[in-house]
């Protein structure tokens, strides 16, 4: 089971932390959280680092996050905003199965299933989990 990151919330937060400049937007992608371990929609995945942050050693990943003015939108990260396992969890949405999650991506080609493959085998035994897989 997946729970989406809700990217509105993750961009208010990121918005409440570092406000943008006049007439610039955020954009980010939120993907899913599956323990300690985010995954995408193309079940391309990463492990979160333990980390010191607000005082406590904890999980954490970063996001990184494209400006948008206009029409136009920066295509590397402008920056990287760091964000505990803890405050994700807070913003994420109800658990899906992985193949909700995925959509249209789920299955879509051989270097997809090779993610997936990958990424159930690693999640299921290899990972150092926090808490269990549904």
Request: aromatic share 10%; hydrophobic share 30%; with cysteine.
């Given at each position: 089971m997946v729970a989406p990151i809700s990217e509105?919330?993750?961009?208010a937060l990121i918005t409440e932390a570092v406000p943008p400049?006049?007439?610039?937007t955020y954009r980010t992608s939120a993907d899913g959280l599956v323990a300690n371990v985010i995954v995408d929609s193309?079940?391309?995945y990463g492990i979160m680092?333990?980390?010191?942050i607000d005082g406590k050693v904890q999980y954490a990943t970063q996001f990184g996050v494209c400006e948008r003015k206009d029409n136009s939108m920066s295509l590397a990260p402008s920056f990287?905003?760091?964000i505990s396992l803890e405050a994700l969890q807070a913003i994420s949405l109800p658990e899906i199965?992985?193949?909700?999650f995925m959509g249209s991506r789920y299955d879509y080609n051989s270097r997809?299933?090779?993610?997936m493959k990958e990424f159930l085998e690693d999640v299921g035994?290899?990972?150092p989990l926090e808490t269990e897989i549904a």
């Open positions: 509105e919330k993750l961009i400049k006049e007439g610039v193309e079940c391309c680092s333990k980390v010191f990287y905003f760091p199965s992985l193949k909700e997809v299933r090779g993610n035994s290899q990972i």
